[in-house]
């Protein structure tokens, strides 16, 4: 069982949606849904909280990404207007997914490696 928080990195944890203690179980226990319980160390991660802070980013991030691209499509390829209406919705509603999971994680990994150096309270 690995209890040392500076074992695991924080990006990695993050990246790939990992215990912030081991690193090796997912953090998810559905699309956004956060485990109660690390199934291979044990930590408690009901009271892991990353609140607003991922919600924000993806937002800033991903509309500037996505309104580029659309100001781009539509100077270069001019299409009618459905084929926006068509094209975006989707490609914001799965970067949207992939981005908070991300940050989500990469959050809740930041938070741990920071309340939890030299104690094991989490």
């Not at 044990?42 to 990353?50: P, V, W």
């Not at 100077?75 to 084929?83: A, D, E, N, S, T």
């Amino acid at each position: 069982m690995n209890r040392n928080p500076e074992t695991v990195s924080p990006l990695v944890a993050g990246v790939l949606c990992r215990c912030p203690r081991c690193g090796r179980a997912p953090l998810y226990d559905g699309l956004l849904t956060i485990r109660e319980r690390c199934a291979e160390c044990g930590l408690d991660l009901r009271a892991q909280d990353s609140g607003d802070g991922p919600a924000v980013f993806v937002i800033l991030v991903l509309g500037f990404i996505v309104v580029g691209l659309a100001a781009l499509v539509e100077v270069k390829l001019g299409p009618p207007l459905w084929v926006h209406a068509v094209l975006w919705p989707g490609i914001i509603l799965a970067g949207a997914v992939y981005m908070l999971r991300i940050l989500k994680a990469g959050l809740i990994a930041l938070q741990f490696r920071h309340r939890a150096a030299g104690t094991d309270v989490l």
